[in-house]
Protein backbone atom coordinates (compact mmCIF):
# COMPACT_ATOMS: atom_id res chain seq x y z
CA UNK A 1 0.00 0.00 0.00
CA UNK A 2 0.82 3.32 -0.98
CA UNK A 3 1.33 5.49 1.95
CA UNK A 4 2.16 8.79 0.46
CA UNK A 5 -0.45 10.35 -2.51
CA UNK A 6 -0.08 10.37 -5.77
CA UNK A 7 0.30 13.75 -5.58
CA UNK A 8 2.77 14.80 -2.84
CA UNK A 9 4.62 11.85 -4.99
CA UNK A 10 5.15 14.31 -7.64
CA UNK A 11 6.94 16.88 -5.30
CA UNK A 12 10.57 16.88 -5.58
CA UNK A 13 12.48 18.27 -2.08
CA UNK A 14 14.24 21.44 -2.09
CA UNK A 15 17.78 21.64 -3.20
CA UNK A 16 18.89 24.47 -1.72
CA UNK A 17 17.98 23.53 2.03
CA UNK A 18 19.84 20.45 1.16
CA UNK A 19 22.87 22.06 0.17
CA UNK A 20 22.62 24.56 2.58
CA UNK A 21 22.13 21.69 5.20
CA UNK A 22 25.24 19.22 3.81
CA UNK A 23 27.58 22.37 3.66
CA UNK A 24 26.15 23.10 7.59
CA UNK A 25 26.69 19.62 8.69
CA UNK A 26 30.62 20.26 6.74
CA UNK A 27 31.66 22.70 8.92
CA UNK A 28 29.75 21.69 12.10
CA UNK A 29 32.73 18.70 11.22
CA UNK A 30 35.08 21.63 11.34
CA UNK A 31 36.01 21.84 7.57
CA UNK A 32 36.51 25.27 5.93
CA UNK A 33 33.44 25.91 4.21
CA UNK A 34 33.15 29.02 1.69
CA UNK A 35 29.43 28.99 2.07
CA UNK A 36 27.34 30.47 -1.42
CA UNK A 37 24.81 28.78 -0.25
CA UNK A 38 22.13 30.53 1.90
CA UNK A 39 19.03 32.62 0.65
CA UNK A 40 19.20 34.70 3.76
CA UNK A 41 20.86 38.00 5.28
CA UNK A 42 24.09 36.71 7.49
CA UNK A 43 23.23 39.99 9.59
CA UNK A 44 21.07 39.90 12.36
CA UNK A 45 17.06 40.98 13.05
CA UNK A 46 17.33 44.63 14.40
CA UNK A 47 17.48 44.98 18.17
CA UNK A 48 14.30 47.18 18.39
CA UNK A 49 12.64 44.37 16.14
CA UNK A 50 13.64 41.70 18.82
CA UNK A 51 12.65 44.50 21.59
CA UNK A 52 9.23 45.31 20.38
CA UNK A 53 8.67 41.24 20.18
CA UNK A 54 9.75 40.42 23.77
CA UNK A 55 7.43 43.38 24.95
CA UNK A 56 4.80 41.93 23.35
CA UNK A 57 5.27 38.52 25.01
CA UNK A 58 5.73 40.06 28.38
CA UNK A 59 2.35 41.92 28.41
CA UNK A 60 0.71 38.64 27.31
CA UNK A 61 0.62 38.26 23.43
CA UNK A 62 0.36 34.38 23.82
CA UNK A 63 -3.30 34.14 22.63
CA UNK A 64 -5.01 33.86 19.12
CA UNK A 65 -5.30 36.80 16.84
CA UNK A 66 -7.67 37.02 13.94
CA UNK A 67 -6.14 34.56 11.11
CA UNK A 68 -5.87 37.21 8.77
CA UNK A 69 -3.31 38.88 11.40
CA UNK A 70 -3.98 41.69 14.03
CA UNK A 71 -5.02 44.74 12.72
CA UNK A 72 -2.65 47.70 13.61
CA UNK A 73 0.02 45.33 11.66
CA UNK A 74 -2.22 45.25 8.71
CA UNK A 75 -2.49 49.12 8.93
CA UNK A 76 0.61 49.61 8.88
CA UNK A 77 1.37 47.04 5.46
CA UNK A 78 -1.45 49.21 4.34
CA UNK A 79 0.32 52.32 4.49
CA UNK A 80 3.52 50.74 3.39
CA UNK A 81 1.75 49.68 0.25
CA UNK A 82 0.36 53.05 -0.29
CA UNK A 83 3.22 55.28 0.32
CA UNK A 84 6.42 53.01 -1.18
CA UNK A 85 4.49 50.93 -3.87
CA UNK A 86 1.49 53.10 -4.60
CA UNK A 87 -0.71 50.47 -4.16
CA UNK A 88 -4.44 50.98 -2.56
CA UNK A 89 -6.32 48.48 -0.36
CA UNK A 90 -8.38 47.91 2.36
CA UNK A 91 -6.94 46.56 5.20
CA UNK A 92 -9.43 43.61 5.14
CA UNK A 93 -7.42 42.79 1.45
CA UNK A 94 -4.19 42.18 3.72
CA UNK A 95 -3.39 38.60 5.30
CA UNK A 96 -0.29 38.23 6.93
CA UNK A 97 1.31 35.13 6.52
CA UNK A 98 3.75 32.26 7.91
CA UNK A 99 6.37 34.05 5.39
CA UNK A 100 6.11 34.91 2.19
CA UNK A 101 6.73 31.40 0.39
CA UNK A 102 3.44 30.92 2.38
CA UNK A 103 1.78 33.66 0.93
CA UNK A 104 3.06 32.15 -2.43
CA UNK A 105 1.14 29.11 -1.39
CA UNK A 106 -1.97 30.17 -0.16
CA UNK A 107 -2.39 32.72 -3.32
CA UNK A 108 -2.07 29.34 -5.52
CA UNK A 109 -4.57 27.15 -4.03
CA UNK A 110 -7.13 30.09 -3.99
CA UNK A 111 -6.89 30.36 -7.54
CA UNK A 112 -5.96 27.72 -8.84
CA UNK A 113 -7.61 24.37 -9.89
CA UNK A 114 -6.35 20.70 -10.96
CA UNK A 115 -5.59 21.26 -14.74
CA UNK A 116 -4.55 24.78 -14.67
CA UNK A 117 -1.22 26.19 -15.88
CA UNK A 118 0.70 28.39 -14.07
CA UNK A 119 3.45 30.52 -16.37
CA UNK A 120 6.71 30.45 -14.50
CA UNK A 121 10.00 31.90 -16.48
CA UNK A 122 12.79 30.09 -15.78
CA UNK A 123 15.64 30.43 -13.68
CA UNK A 124 12.71 30.37 -11.18
CA UNK A 125 13.04 30.14 -6.94
CA UNK A 126 12.96 26.76 -6.82
CA UNK A 127 9.63 26.32 -4.82
CA UNK A 128 7.20 27.82 -7.24
CA UNK A 129 6.84 24.75 -9.79
CA UNK A 130 6.80 22.19 -6.48
CA UNK A 131 3.46 24.60 -5.21
CA UNK A 132 2.06 24.72 -8.33
CA UNK A 133 2.08 20.85 -8.28
CA UNK A 134 0.94 20.42 -4.52
CA UNK A 135 -2.44 21.77 -5.71
CA UNK A 136 -2.93 19.95 -8.45
CA UNK A 137 -2.10 22.59 -11.47
CA UNK A 138 0.86 21.91 -14.17
CA UNK A 139 3.81 24.71 -14.01
CA UNK A 140 4.59 26.01 -17.71
CA UNK A 141 7.94 27.00 -17.44
CA UNK A 142 9.56 29.52 -20.46
CA UNK A 143 13.54 29.66 -20.60
CA UNK A 144 14.12 32.97 -20.62
CA UNK A 145 17.48 34.13 -22.32
CA UNK A 146 20.79 35.36 -20.67
CA UNK A 147 21.20 37.97 -23.51
CA UNK A 148 17.61 39.21 -22.33
CA UNK A 149 18.92 39.47 -18.86
CA UNK A 150 17.40 36.12 -17.73
CA UNK A 151 13.72 38.54 -17.72
CA UNK A 152 10.82 37.35 -19.58
CA UNK A 153 9.26 39.47 -22.69
CA UNK A 154 5.68 40.36 -23.22
CA UNK A 155 6.46 37.90 -26.59
CA UNK A 156 7.40 34.79 -24.55
CA UNK A 157 4.98 35.46 -22.09
CA UNK A 158 1.73 35.46 -24.91
CA UNK A 159 3.46 32.57 -26.63
CA UNK A 160 2.52 30.33 -23.58
CA UNK A 161 -0.59 31.19 -22.91
CA UNK A 162 -3.06 28.44 -23.64
CA UNK A 163 -6.25 27.67 -22.94
CA UNK A 164 -5.54 26.51 -19.71
CA UNK A 165 -3.52 29.24 -18.24
CA UNK A 166 -4.47 30.55 -15.10
CA UNK A 167 -1.78 32.38 -13.75
CA UNK A 168 1.65 34.31 -13.96
CA UNK A 169 4.59 34.39 -11.55
CA UNK A 170 6.32 37.20 -11.72
CA UNK A 171 9.49 37.55 -9.28
CA UNK A 172 11.39 40.61 -9.21
CA UNK A 173 13.85 41.24 -8.34
CA UNK A 174 14.26 38.06 -9.04
CA UNK A 175 15.91 34.70 -7.12
CA UNK A 176 18.17 33.57 -8.35
CA UNK A 177 19.65 36.12 -11.05
CA UNK A 178 19.00 39.29 -9.65
CA UNK A 179 16.56 40.27 -12.34
CA UNK A 180 14.88 43.43 -12.06
CA UNK A 181 11.92 44.03 -14.54
CA UNK A 182 11.70 47.94 -15.99
CA UNK A 183 7.89 49.82 -15.95
CA UNK A 184 8.24 49.23 -19.47
CA UNK A 185 8.85 45.79 -19.32
CA UNK A 186 6.26 45.39 -16.62
CA UNK A 187 3.72 47.63 -18.70
CA UNK A 188 3.95 45.18 -21.67
CA UNK A 189 3.50 42.01 -19.56
CA UNK A 190 0.19 43.36 -17.39
CA UNK A 191 -1.01 44.66 -20.97
CA UNK A 192 -0.88 40.76 -22.04
CA UNK A 193 -2.43 39.56 -18.81
CA UNK A 194 -5.51 41.84 -19.13
CA UNK A 195 -5.74 41.06 -22.86
CA UNK A 196 -5.92 37.12 -21.97
CA UNK A 197 -7.39 37.09 -18.16
CA UNK A 198 -4.60 35.81 -16.75
CA UNK A 199 -3.47 36.42 -12.59
CA UNK A 200 -0.38 37.85 -12.03
CA UNK A 201 1.44 36.66 -8.91
CA UNK A 202 3.83 39.21 -8.11
CA UNK A 203 6.38 38.03 -5.56
CA UNK A 204 8.48 41.49 -4.28
CA UNK A 205 9.93 40.00 -0.96
CA UNK A 206 13.29 41.70 -2.71
CA UNK A 207 12.21 44.67 -3.36
CA UNK A 208 14.42 46.88 -1.50
CA UNK A 209 17.53 44.94 -2.38
CA UNK A 210 17.73 47.03 -5.76
CA UNK A 211 21.05 48.67 -6.95
CA UNK A 212 22.36 50.82 -9.37
CA UNK A 213 19.71 53.82 -8.94
CA UNK A 214 17.19 50.72 -10.04
CA UNK A 215 13.50 51.56 -9.48
CA UNK A 216 10.96 48.63 -8.45
CA UNK A 217 7.78 49.23 -9.63
CA UNK A 218 4.71 46.75 -8.19
CA UNK A 219 2.85 45.59 -11.19
CA UNK A 220 -0.16 46.45 -9.61
CA UNK A 221 0.55 49.64 -9.37
CA UNK A 222 0.20 50.19 -13.19
CA UNK A 223 -3.71 50.82 -13.27
CA UNK A 224 -6.44 49.38 -11.42
CA UNK A 225 -7.23 46.63 -13.99
CA UNK A 226 -4.06 45.64 -13.26
CA UNK A 227 -4.54 45.92 -9.81
CA UNK A 228 -7.58 43.40 -9.96
CA UNK A 229 -5.55 40.59 -11.52
CA UNK A 230 -2.72 40.95 -9.02
CA UNK A 231 -1.83 39.43 -5.69
CA UNK A 232 1.15 40.77 -4.63
CA UNK A 233 3.16 39.30 -2.24
CA UNK A 234 5.89 40.59 0.55
CA UNK A 235 7.62 40.32 3.87
CA UNK A 236 10.41 40.62 6.44
CA UNK A 237 12.54 37.63 5.63
CA UNK A 238 15.02 39.47 3.51
CA UNK A 239 14.74 43.27 4.20
CA UNK A 240 14.65 42.93 8.07
CA UNK A 241 17.10 39.97 8.22
CA UNK A 242 13.98 37.77 9.90
CA UNK A 243 14.25 34.78 8.00
CA UNK A 244 13.50 32.53 11.08
CA UNK A 245 10.02 34.96 12.06
CA UNK A 246 8.16 33.45 9.19
CA UNK A 247 5.99 36.67 8.40
CA UNK A 248 5.16 37.39 5.12
CA UNK A 249 2.18 39.34 3.24
CA UNK A 250 -0.38 38.87 0.60
CA UNK A 251 -2.78 42.29 -0.96
CA UNK A 252 -5.15 40.83 -3.27
CA UNK A 253 -8.30 41.60 -5.09
CA UNK A 254 -10.84 41.17 -2.81
CA UNK A 255 -12.48 37.64 -3.32
CA UNK A 256 -9.28 36.22 -3.60
CA UNK A 257 -8.15 38.01 -0.10
CA UNK A 258 -11.41 36.34 1.63
CA UNK A 259 -10.14 33.14 -0.15
CA UNK A 260 -6.98 33.37 1.36
CA UNK A 261 -8.16 34.44 4.48
CA UNK A 262 -10.52 31.15 4.35
CA UNK A 263 -7.25 28.46 3.48
CA UNK A 264 -5.15 30.05 6.68
CA UNK A 265 -8.33 29.79 9.06
CA UNK A 266 -8.42 26.23 8.68
CA UNK A 267 -4.73 25.58 8.39
CA UNK A 268 -2.50 28.05 10.33
CA UNK A 269 -4.77 30.18 11.75
CA UNK A 270 -2.67 33.32 12.38
CA UNK A 271 0.66 33.55 12.74
CA UNK A 272 2.57 33.55 15.86
CA UNK A 273 1.13 36.58 17.40
CA UNK A 274 4.18 37.65 18.92
CA UNK A 275 6.43 37.65 16.25
CA UNK A 276 3.21 40.17 14.57
CA UNK A 277 4.34 42.63 16.83
CA UNK A 278 8.44 42.33 15.78
CA UNK A 279 7.46 42.73 12.37
CA UNK A 280 5.02 45.88 13.07
CA UNK A 281 7.80 47.46 14.94
CA UNK A 282 10.40 46.77 11.70
CA UNK A 283 7.80 48.86 9.56
CA UNK A 284 7.52 51.77 11.89
CA UNK A 285 11.38 51.89 12.84
CA UNK A 286 14.23 53.68 11.68
CA UNK A 287 14.65 52.69 8.30
CA UNK A 288 18.28 53.35 7.77
CA UNK A 289 19.04 50.06 8.55
CA UNK A 290 17.79 48.90 5.62
CA UNK A 291 19.85 51.84 4.04
CA UNK A 292 23.14 50.09 5.27
CA UNK A 293 22.11 46.77 4.83
CA UNK A 294 22.01 47.65 0.60
CA UNK A 295 25.03 49.37 1.06
CA UNK A 296 27.06 46.40 2.08
CA UNK A 297 25.16 43.99 -0.10
CA UNK A 298 26.29 46.36 -3.16
CA UNK A 299 29.44 46.45 -1.57
CA UNK A 300 29.72 42.81 -1.88
CA UNK A 301 28.23 42.63 -5.14
CA UNK A 302 30.25 44.92 -7.00
CA UNK A 303 33.36 42.88 -5.90
CA UNK A 304 31.59 39.23 -6.64
CA UNK A 305 31.31 41.09 -10.29
CA UNK A 306 34.62 42.88 -11.04
CA UNK A 307 36.09 38.85 -9.83
CA UNK A 308 33.56 36.84 -11.79
CA UNK A 309 34.01 38.66 -14.82
CA UNK A 310 37.96 38.01 -15.04
CA UNK A 311 36.87 34.04 -13.87
CA UNK A 312 37.92 31.72 -17.36
CA UNK A 313 34.93 29.83 -18.28
CA UNK A 314 31.75 31.49 -16.42
CA UNK A 315 29.55 34.04 -17.96
CA UNK A 316 27.74 36.80 -15.93
CA UNK A 317 25.19 38.89 -16.34
CA UNK A 318 24.87 41.87 -13.41
CA UNK A 319 22.33 41.19 -10.67
CA UNK A 320 20.54 44.68 -10.19
CA UNK A 321 18.31 43.27 -7.16
CA UNK A 322 18.02 40.30 -4.11
CA UNK A 323 21.51 39.22 -2.98
CA UNK A 324 22.88 36.64 -5.90
CA UNK A 325 24.64 36.22 -9.05
CA UNK A 326 23.50 33.46 -11.72
CA UNK A 327 26.83 31.93 -13.06
CA UNK A 328 26.63 30.39 -16.69
CA UNK A 329 28.82 27.13 -16.57
CA UNK A 330 28.30 25.83 -19.95
CA UNK A 331 31.85 26.21 -21.35
CA UNK A 332 32.97 24.02 -18.01
CA UNK A 333 30.55 20.61 -19.74
CA UNK A 334 29.38 19.36 -16.28
CA UNK A 335 25.85 19.43 -15.11
CA UNK A 336 24.97 21.89 -12.39
CA UNK A 337 24.90 18.97 -9.69
CA UNK A 338 27.52 16.83 -10.72
CA UNK A 339 29.64 20.46 -10.57
CA UNK A 340 28.13 21.50 -7.32
CA UNK A 341 29.33 18.06 -5.60
CA UNK A 342 32.75 19.09 -7.48
CA UNK A 343 32.74 22.30 -5.81
CA UNK A 344 31.72 21.16 -2.22
CA UNK A 345 33.38 17.87 -1.75
CA UNK A 346 36.87 19.28 -3.45
CA UNK A 347 37.25 22.40 -3.49
CA UNK A 348 34.93 23.34 -0.23
CA UNK A 349 32.58 25.38 -2.13
CA UNK A 350 29.14 25.53 -1.33
CA UNK A 351 26.35 26.87 -4.04
CA UNK A 352 23.48 25.94 -5.29
CA UNK A 353 23.33 23.92 -8.74
CA UNK A 354 21.27 25.77 -11.45
CA UNK A 355 18.58 23.03 -11.77
CA UNK A 356 16.64 23.83 -8.36
CA UNK A 357 16.25 26.90 -10.50
CA UNK A 358 15.48 25.11 -14.09
CA UNK A 359 18.55 26.14 -15.27
CA UNK A 360 21.01 23.24 -15.81
CA UNK A 361 23.99 25.34 -16.90
CA UNK A 362 24.55 27.38 -14.18
CA UNK A 363 25.19 27.27 -10.04
CA UNK A 364 23.78 30.16 -8.06
CA UNK A 365 26.34 32.34 -5.49
CA UNK A 366 24.92 34.03 -3.51
CA UNK A 367 26.60 37.14 -1.72
CA UNK A 368 24.85 37.06 1.44
CA UNK A 369 27.92 36.33 2.80
CA UNK A 370 31.14 38.00 4.42
CA UNK A 371 33.36 39.47 2.13
CA UNK A 372 36.03 37.70 3.82
CA UNK A 373 34.29 34.35 2.91
CA UNK A 374 34.03 35.72 -0.23
CA UNK A 375 37.22 36.85 -0.85
CA UNK A 376 38.50 32.96 -0.13
CA UNK A 377 35.82 31.33 -2.22
CA UNK A 378 36.36 32.66 -5.20
CA UNK A 379 39.90 32.44 -4.98
CA UNK A 380 39.03 28.32 -4.90
CA UNK A 381 36.60 28.70 -7.64
CA UNK A 382 38.55 30.64 -9.98
CA UNK A 383 41.53 27.92 -9.14
CA UNK A 384 38.75 25.05 -9.84
CA UNK A 385 37.88 27.39 -13.82
CA UNK A 386 41.51 27.26 -14.92
CA UNK A 387 41.03 23.37 -14.56
CA UNK A 388 39.13 23.76 -17.81
Known sequence: MDLVSNNISRIAPSITLSITSQAKKMIDEGQDICNFGAGEPDLDT??????????????????????????????????????????EYETSQISVNCGAKHSCYNAILACCDPGD?????????????????????????????RENGWKLTAEEFEEAISGRTRMLILNSPNNPTGAVYTREELEKIAEVALSEDVIILSDEI?????????????????????????????GFSKVYAMTGWRVGY???????????????????????TFAQ?????????????????????????????????????????????????????TPIGLNSMNLSEKLLSRHQIAVVPGVAFGNDRSIRFSYATGLDVIKKGLDRFEEFCRSY
Do not use: C
Not at 125 to 134: H, K, L
Not at 256 to 272: E, G, P, R, V, Y
Open 46 to 87: PEFVKEAAIKALQEGATKYTAAAGILPLRKAIQEKLLLENNL
Open 206 to 234: YEKLIYNSREHVSIASLGPEVRDLTITIN
Open 250 to 272: TAAPREIADAIDTIQSHTTSNIT
Open 117 to 145: EVIIPAPYWTSYPEMVRMVGAEPYIVETK
Open 277 to 329: YGALAALQGDQTIVRDMVDEYDMRRQYMLSRLQKIHNVEVVEPEGAFYFLVDT
